[in-house]
């Protein structure tokens, strides 16, 4: 029999990226719609448990084991839905609620949330991440007009205003080394890059990537400082290099990723939370989350 027309056609394939190998592939973490569409803010602690919010409804957050089983942690108090969390060093849960213009702060061990800042010059506080130093730094977005404003709340809960006019401010994220913060831009399709000062404060604002088409939502960074970035309504995962080149863009079963987070054993699955489907899709990534 001859293989070579075989060979010549399986080349093809895969350099038109219909040929993945299972590393570059993503399978269902969790059944579908067992969150809502508001699914959102993948966090992983010290556990290896995987948060997110919206969990069966609005306003909670939920808590899922290794076999992809979730249940309620807790519920936020009325008004208020979640949409980022990230844990701090001590294991305390940090939750962005863009209702009611807060973050809670959920101390380690505990379920209950208390309110850590409360700013009503907010547009809606999206995505959060936290520096070297404590300091949490949150995007703003204002959706109806595309712009977007960018936040930091110092460790004695100071609420700073970095920047203001932005676009649409969503997806945000530190380098390992706590050297570099990361902002995109979803409507705008830009992702920027500002050198952390001593004490927090951003300078030297360079355009890092943009793209000419989809939107993007939640960010995230390997121990490398590759930058993992989502892809909302073209349902890929594309990687970035420190350097700003593309590495690798994985495609997921859904369309409209929000949002990603690292764990596992080595920590190296990617958890993307699924808009669309309503729950987690994962993925096998280069290196460890940072």
Known sequence: MNYFPKLILLLILCLLGSCKTDSQKSWDFTDEHVFTPGIEGPAVNSKGELFAVNFEREGTIGIVDENGKGRVFL???EGSIGNGIRFDSNGNMFIADYMAHRVYRVPAGSNIPE????????????DLTIGKAGQIYLSDPNWSESTGKLWMVDPQRNVV???????TTNGIEVNPEGTIL??????????????????????NKQL????????MDGMRCDEKGNLYITRFEKGTVVIVSPEGKILDEIELKGKKPSNITFGGKEGKTCYVTMADRGGVEAFHALHPGK
């Not at 890092?208 to 939107?215: E, R, S, Y």
């Open 182 to 203: 990361y902002v995109n831009e979803s409507i705008q399709r830009k992702v920027w890059k500002y050198d952390i000062l001593p004490g927090g404060r951003i300078d």
């Open 115 to 126: 309110i850590w800042v409360e700013q009503p010059n907010m547009n809606q506080p999206n």
């Open 75 to 77: 519920e936020l108090p």
């Open 161 to 167: 205003l970095l920047e203001d006019q932005m676009g």
């Open 208 to 215: 890092f990537i943009a793209f000419k088409d989809f939107g």
